[in-house]
C-alpha cells in the first residue's frame, strides 16, 4: 500500500511542480523581452521603449526595437548582446534558442531567425541572436 502511494505522488509531483513552474513566469520574463527587444516597429509610429533609449531601428524589414552603437553585452538589456552587423555597426540583439522566441512580436512577412552566424562582439560563447531581415 505505501509503495503504491508512493507511486501515485511521484507521477503527480513532476506535473505540478511544472505547472507551477510556467503558472509563475518561468524564465521567458527576460529584461529583453519586458523591453521589447527585436520588436517590430515602424519609426515613430509605433515606438520602442523609450526608457531605455531604444528606437525603431528602421534600416532593418519591419523595424527592429534595439539599440545602435553598443561597445560590449553590458551595453545591452538581459538577455540580449552586442553584436556586430554586416553594415559594420554594432546593435543590441535578443539572445534566442530558437526562432520561436524572435518572432512574438513580429509579423510573419518581417520574421526574425535565430542564427549562430552572427560576430557577437564578446565572442559566441555557445550563443544565437535574433537576426532581423535587411530592409
Known sequence: MLLR???TLSKCALPAFLLLAFACGGDDDT???RLGV???CVGTDIPCDEETDQVCLTQFKGGYCGLEGCADDDDCPEASACIL???SKTY???ICVD???C???RDADNESNCSSN???VEGAQGRKACVPPSG
Open 5 to 7: 502511494m508512493t507511486r
Open 31 to 33: 529584461e529583453a523581452d
Open 38 to 40: 527585436g520588436a517590430q
Open 85 to 87: 552587423h554586416t553594415d
Open 92 to 94: 543590441c540583439f535578443r
Open 99 to 101: 526562432k520561436a522566441e
Open 103 to 105: 518572432n512574438a512580436n
Open 118 to 120: 552572427v560576430n557577437f
